[in-house]
């Protein structure tokens, strides 16, 4: 059983706990967490892949925030990463073992690079890639090079599951990571082990 994992939202609580630490970082660099939010939708609206150190750059050169150093305040919002981890999925994934765990992430690469780094689960698998847009490549590459065995792609967001042909890949299931993805995920796991 092979396992692909996506990144954020699904390893690591990008949503729930990272953004809101991000935007208290921020606030307690001076800028309204209002202000940031605002400028974060701006910047996501776009569909650019997002880069906490451009964003830094220009939340500082637009607010004229003198007092904020970019350096040290990307590597004070990357610094406790680790706890932003989803614990019930590394344990699935260390259980797996590095030669069944491939990490598929969409993103700039330089920060979900750091991001990763900070978490410091690269070693739990076999291959780490960073994607820029679709996912629907890198998938398929890994799934061809093991067509024999049973892969699990584990991916919150729809429109990287879309754009896969399941029809090239008959031994690939996905599980949709939503509020009952941790719960899906055992149930196919447990289907497979028994």
Same mark, same amino acid.
């Given at each position: 059983m092979k396992l692909i994992f996506d990144f954020d939202d699904v390893l690591f609580n990008n949503t729930k706990q990272f953004k809101d630490h991000m935007y208290a970082c921020l606030e307690n660099a001076g800028i309204s967490r209002i202000i940031v939010k605002t400028e974060y939708m701006q910047v996501r609206a776009t569909g650019v892949p997002f880069s906490l150190k @451009?964003?830094? %750059?220009t939340l500082n050169t637009k607010y004229n925030v003198g007092t904020i150093n970019a350096a040290d305040l990307y590597a004070e919002i990357l610094y406790p990463a680790k706890n932003f981890l989803n614990q019930d999925l590394i344990a699935i994934a260390e259980k797996a073992g590095r030669e069944n765990c491939y990490?598929? #992430?969409?993103?700039? %690469? %330089? &920060?979900? @690079? *750091? @991001?990763?780094?900070? #978490?410091g689960i690269a070693p739990l698998f076999a291959e780490v890639h960073i994607v820029p847009q679709g996912k629907k490549e890198v998938i398929s590459?890994?799934?061809? %090079?093991?067509?024999? *065995? @049973? &892969?699990?792609f584990i991916e919150d967001r729809t429109r990287f599951i879309d754009e896969l042909n399941l029809k090239d890949m008959p031994n690939l299931t996905i599980i949709h990571f939503d509020e009952d993805g941790l719960k899906k995920l055992q149930e196919e796991l447990s289907q497979h082990l028994n």
């Open positions: @451009k964003f830094l %750059e990490l598929v #992430t969409n993103g700039e %690469e %330089e &920060f979900q @690079k *750091d @991001k990763i780094a900070q #978490t590459e890994i799934y061809n %090079e093991h067509k024999k *065995d @049973k &892969f699990i």
